[in-house]
């Protein structure tokens, strides 16, 4: 039974150990492909694949754990903002509208300022 599920699926389950000719292979393609990408400053030899002995799924939950910090690193300044509350903006709209009293205040001066300068430019020139 198990043989006719290997079969299906193209897999050979009786082999669980890799040959040292397997092995031997690897690093020669290995090699080769280092010999097309190496530089003159890099080692002869091609560095061998390092060995991480996590499982699969530990491996998995470190590159989501990093996916997501960086997720949360790029939000950090928007979560910092906060908005304003009743206090706040209660006090702001009273400084625009104080603002705007100051603003027409000082339109009305000039205004009369002007209107003086005009009648008395006028006298002079009535005279």
Same mark, same amino acid.
């Given at each position: 039974?198990?043989?006719?599920?290997?079969?299906?699926?193209?897999?050979? $389950?009786?082999?669980?150990?890799?040959?040292?000719?397997? #092995?031997?292979?690897?690093?020669?393609?290995?090699?080769?492909?280092?010999?097309?990408?190496?530089?003159?400053?890099?080692?002869?030899?091609?560095?061998?694949?390092?060995?991480?002995?996590?499982? $699969?799924?530990?491996? #998995?939950?470190?590159?989501?754990?990093?996916?997501?910090?960086?997720?949360?690193?790029?939000?950090?300044?928007?979560?910092?903002?906060?908005?304003?509350?009743?206090?706040?903006?209660?006090? #702001?709209?009273?400084?625009?509208?104080?603002?705007?009293?100051?603003?027409?205040?000082?339109?009305?001066?000039?205004?009369?300022?002007? $209107?003086?300068?005009?009648?008395?430019?006028?006298?002079? #020139?009535?005279?």
């Amino acid at each position: 039974m198990e043989e006719a599920a290997a079969a299906a699926t193209g897999v050979d $389950l009786s082999r669980k150990f890799v040959s040292e000719t397997e #092995l031997d292979e690897n690093r020669k393609k290995r090699q080769e492909e280092w010999e097309k990408v190496r530089k003159p400053e890099d080692p002869e030899e091609a560095p061998e694949e390092k060995y991480d002995p996590r499982t $699969l799924f530990e491996r #998995l939950q470190e590159q989501k754990d990093k996916k997501q910090e960086e997720f949360e690193e790029q939000f950090k300044f928007r979560n910092m903002v906060r908005g304003l509350d009743e206090d706040e903006s209660s006090f #702001l709209d009273e400084v625009s509208r104080q603002q705007s009293l100051v603003e027409k205040q000082r339109r009305d001066e000039e205004k009369q300022e002007l $209107l003086e300068y005009r009648n008395i430019l006028y006298h002079m #020139l009535a005279m």
